[in-house]
T-cell receptor, first 117, second 113 residues
Framework: ETGVTQTPRHLVMGMTNKKSLKCEQH?????MYWYKQSAKKPLELMFV???????ENNSVPSRFSPECPNSSHLFLHLHTLQPEDSALYLC????????????????FGEGSRLTVL | GDSVTQMEGPVTLSEEAFLTINCTYT??????LFWYVQYPGEGLQLLLK?????DKGSNKGFEATYRKETTSFHLEKGSVQVSDSAVYFC????????????FGTGTRLTVIP
């Protein structure tokens, strides 16, 4: 079982739909992240949670709504998205906000490929 | 603000060729530097890291040296393989703050037999 699991892997939705992306980590980490990966752009940090508290909301439109019910699960609720929101959404986790002890490493899921029609 | 700039690519090489992917950074203080790799259909995974000036990170035949004087962290491999085909991301982590990890745009490498 991989450390960080994301579902669904692919999602196609219309602009009026409501859907959710799910992330689950099995690593016992305390920090979880949502990133947006678009072609030819740096990874964009969207949200950061530490011990289930949101500590960063990086000027993300309100049509994206995160939820962290416990330290193992992270959701991204999607509502009235735009075609430019089509991207790969990556979830990551780390031991603390400073990364993982000794490495500063983040552990990423495989991503959810979102297409907005 | 802090940022990372890496060569755009894509980069196409023949098997056993020498690889260099350039990465330069802008940061205050003394960040840690990383290379992450994303294989097709997978998430990013840490390839190597360096935490202070003149440190050399290495893994799977890849190397990168933290050069403070040139603010660079170029990725190199002496002989690439088809299995190295992936997207490579340079990143820096500054010492404080929740939003403390900055990625480059990624460089796609394709190695042909």
């Amino acid at each position: 079982e991989t450390g960080v699991t994301q579902t669904p892997r692919h999602l196609v939705m219309g602009m009026t739909n409501k859907k959710s992306l799910k992330c689950e980590q099995h690593l016992g980490h305390n920090a979880m992240y949502w990133y947006k990966q678009s072609a030819k752009k740096p990874l964009e940090l969207m949200f950061v949670y530490s011990l289930e508290e949101r500590v960063e909301n990086n000027s993300v439109p309100s049509r994206f709504s995160p939820e962290c019910p416990n330290s193992s699960h992270l959701f991204l609720h999607l509502h009235t998205l735009q075609p430019e929101d089509s991207a790969l959404y990556l979830c990551a986790s780390s031991q603390t906000l400073q990364g993982t002890a000794n490495t500063g490493e983040l552990f990423f899921g495989e991503g959810s490929r979102l297409t907005v029609l | 603000g802090d940022s990372v700039t890496q060569m755009e690519g894509p980069v196409t090489l023949s098997e056993e060729a020498f690889l260099t992917i350039n990465c330069t950074y802008t940061a205050t203080g003394y960040p840690s530097l990383f290379w992450y790799v994303q294989y097709p259909g997978e998430g990013l995974q840490l390839l190597l890291k360096a935490t202070k000036a003149d440190d050399k990170g290495s893994n799977k035949g890849f190397e990168a040296t933290y050069r403070k004087e040139t603010t660079s962290f170029h990725l190199e491999k002496g002989s690439v393989q088809v299995s190295d085909s992936a997207v490579y991301f340079c990143a820096l982590r500054r010492q404080t703050g929740a939003n403390n990890l900055f990625f480059g745009t990624g460089t796609r490498l394709t190695v042909i037999p």
